[in-house]
């Protein structure tokens, strides 16, 4: 059977439409999942960079805690330097005033003279040597000659040892000084400073804890005591 050219253009027009419509389908599935890959893309890239801001900031707090924790410890690291500084002075005006106050103890004759006899004495003891000299000041020359008679007669007594004195008359201690002795050994080379000031130091030292302890408290951060 042949066909008409009407029925031909009528075959073909039917064709023409199929591949137009399966066309415009194939088209719309390229769109749909073109943009459905976009959307998905764009949500990736969007995550991505909502992670990194995210980060940043986060970075950024993190940055600004570690500032703010390193400015308060040197605040208060300043502020305890303050104290300790406060602390310091105050102990060395009390030693200050203490020192001022030595110069009382040798206008007293009893009591001084019996001080002279206990650090005559201890330096004997300390040096255990057979030969001894004594510095002192001038105006003390007579109480300490007397204190060293009386201390010769001790010194002997209790180390059963005999011991010879000298008073070195060629070099007095400074005027200045509050009083005391120093002991030296016979060739010079050993001293015990037992002058006021020197016994004040040496008390300062020992006796700094307890200071401390009466002028300020005891210290909440130590964890032992001596």
């Known amino acids: 059977m042949t066909l008409s050219d009407a029925d031909v253009q009528k075959q073909i027009k039917h064709m023409m439409a199929f591949i137009e419509q399966e066309a ?3 088209a719309e599935e390229i769109d749909s999942k073109a943009e459905e890959e976009f959307n998905i893309e764009k949500g ?5 960079q909502r992670v990194k801001i995210m980060e940043f900031y986060e970075k950024k707090e993190k940055q600004i805690d570690q500032h703010k924790k390193i400015q308060m410890s040197n605040l208060m690291n300043q502020a305890r330097l303050k104290v300790l500084k406060a602390r310091d002075d105050m102990i060395v005006d009390l030693l200050s005033e203490a020192r001022q106050r030595l110069a009382d103890i040798a206008k007293d004759p009893a009591r001084y003279a019996t001080l002279l006899e206990g650090l005559i004495l201890q330096g004997f003891y300390q040096l255990l040597e057979p030969k001894v000299t004594v510095r002192c000041r001038q105006q003390d020359l007579e109480m300490v000659q007397a204190a060293i008679a009386k201390d010769i007669i001790i010194y002997k007594d209790t180390v059963k040892s005999n011991i010879v004195v000298k008073i070195d008359k060629d070099r007095f201690l400074s005027p200045d000084i509050c009083g005391g002795v ?6 010079g080379k050993i001293k015990v400073s037992n002058t006021l000031e020197s016994r004040l130091d040496l008390m300062g030292q020992q006796m700094m804890p307890e200071i401390r302890v009466s002028l ?3 210290n909440p951060n130590r964890k032992f005591l001596d």
């Open 24 to 26: 415009n389908e194939k």
């Open 44 to 48: 990736r890239l969007v995550q991505t």
């Open 182 to 187: 120093e002991v030296y050994n016979d060739n």
């Open 216 to 218: 300020f408290g005891p």
